[in-house]
């Protein structure tokens, strides 16, 4: 493992942060019912989400993972998604246990963090205060907060330029591999969640330069390199 003390912490929402799965699956069944279409269920589109609401809303209009919707339908609905995640983003949503002291612990340790996710800004700032992190992240950067996303190195670079700090000092910490993505094309060093939203596939597979299974973990980790 090559890992070496970061000066800086950027974090992932969905699938590290959060289990959104339940309200973003309740929003896809209701979705699909107001426009007349069997529901799902939430192990279904578990395996859908990870890179925005819109890609979401494609995947359920054709029932699978890669491909595209008709356009008209995508039209109609993904309106109706947005009218119903703007009012379900955080009802059914939870932190992942051990993100309360990962954080805790990054903060402590003088960590600066930013937070980095491909969620609009519309639903990301409501669900991090209603679920108590907002104030850990001195930068929340969006799905829409620039032209381009992860796995996009833009994000990234952007927060680092934000904070003063050169890539090769910073992590990312993600779940999935447009994280990886993301954080090779910025020259950061990343870190993977085992249980986030990866489409099924083993994040080993993406060869992060570590994964852990609770943030709980973060401690030990970074204490244990120079």
Known sequence: MSLKKPQMVLIDVDGTLVDSVPDLAWCVDEMMRQLGRPAYGEAKVRN??????????????????????D????????PVFLDL????????????????????YLQSAGYK????????EQFTLPILKDLG???????????????HKKPHPAPLLHAAEFFSVEPAHATMLG???????AARAAGFQ?????????????????????????????QALLESVA
């Open 190 to 218: 990343i870190i993977c969640m085992s249980y986030g939203y990866n489409h099924g596939v083993d994040i080993h597979a993406a060869s992060p330069d570590a994964v852990i299974d609770s943030m709980a973990e973060l």
């Open 48 to 69: 859908w989400v990870g890179n925005g609401v819109e890609r979401l809303v494609r995947r359920a209009l054709i029932g699978q993972l890669d491909g595209e919707p």
């Open 133 to 147: 992190i907002a104030a850990y992240f001195s930068i929340v950067v969006s799905g829409d907060t620039l032209a």
């Open 113 to 120: 963090l930013g937070c980095v996710t491909n969620k609009a």
């Open 175 to 181: 779940d999935s591999v447009s994280d990886v993505k």
């Open 71 to 78: 356009e008209t339908d995508f039209a109609k609905a993904y």
């Open 85 to 104: 995640y703007a009012q379900n983003t955080s009802k059914r949503s939870t932190l992942y246990p051990g993100v309360q002291e990962g954080l805790e």
